[in-house]
């Protein structure tokens, strides 16, 4: 997996509600997107080149190709 990074970076704080886990976007991010209350993103669990875990989440709504 090649990763382009384009400058832009958040710290997100892990929430808890009930037995689910949540993380938030930047406001500017999900503006930036056009990204609207409800809808659905992919998120993928993935490794780095270093071996490091990160998550991949595309913001056009579309799975994984």
Excluded: H
Excluded at 9 to 31: C, H, M, P, Q
Excluded at 36 to 64: C, H, M, N, P, W
Aim: hydrophobic share 35%.
């Amino acid at each position: 997996m090649k990763n382009k990074f384009v400058g832009v970076g958040w710290k997100s704080k892990i929430i808890f509600k009930r037995a689910t886990a949540y993380i938030s976007i930047n406001k500017l991010i999900v503006d930036g997107c056009c990204l609207e209350k409800g809808q659905e993103l992919f998120s993928y669990l993935a490794e780095d080149e270093k071996g490091r875990q990160i998550i991949v989440t595309y913001l056009d709504r579309k799975k994984k190709s």
